[in-house]
Nanobody, 121 residues
Framework: QVQLVESGGALVQPGGSLRLSCAAS????????IGWFRQAPGKESERVSC????????YYADSVKGRFTISRDNAKNTVYLQMNSLKPEDTGNYYC??????????????WGQGTLVTVSS
């Protein structure tokens, strides 16, 4: 059974940092691109970052460029999202999802429940 589990979400002050993790079981992430998405209250889900299977390509939404960094450790079957200089507008439920190919486009095969990030003073 495929399972993606996100962790690392927390309440943090503006300007703070968090590192999110996405761990997979029943699934070998190394073959696939992985995306991080977020959904803020009352808003649609948006993709904030994505990394190809080999990590040779990464994507960032304009709103997070220069602040977030995506990485992967295929040996640990885990993908990370380092988030720095957090802003209140970064608040939301962050979840990871697996694309059905090695690049960051196309349909998603699976996604997790998410981890909550709240940026507030």
């Amino acid at each position: 059974q495929v399972q993606l589990v996100e962790s690392g979400g927390a309440l943090v002050q503006p300007g703070g940092s968090l590192r999110l993790s996405c761990a997979a079981s029943g699934y070998t992430l190394s073959y696939y691109a992985i995306g991080w998405f977020r959904q803020a209250p009352g808003k649609e889900s948006e993709r904030v970052s994505c990394i190809s299977s080999s990590a040779s390509s990464t994507y960032y939404a304009d709103s997070v460029k220069g602040r977030f960094t995506i990485s992967r450790d295929n040996a640990k079957n885990t993908v990370y999202l380092q988030m720095n200089s957090l802003k209140p507008e970064d608040t939301g439920n962050y979840y990871c999802a697996v694309y059905n190919m090695d690049r960051c486009y196309g349909p998603l095969d699976a996604w997790g429940q998410g981890t909550l990030v709240t940026v507030s003073s």
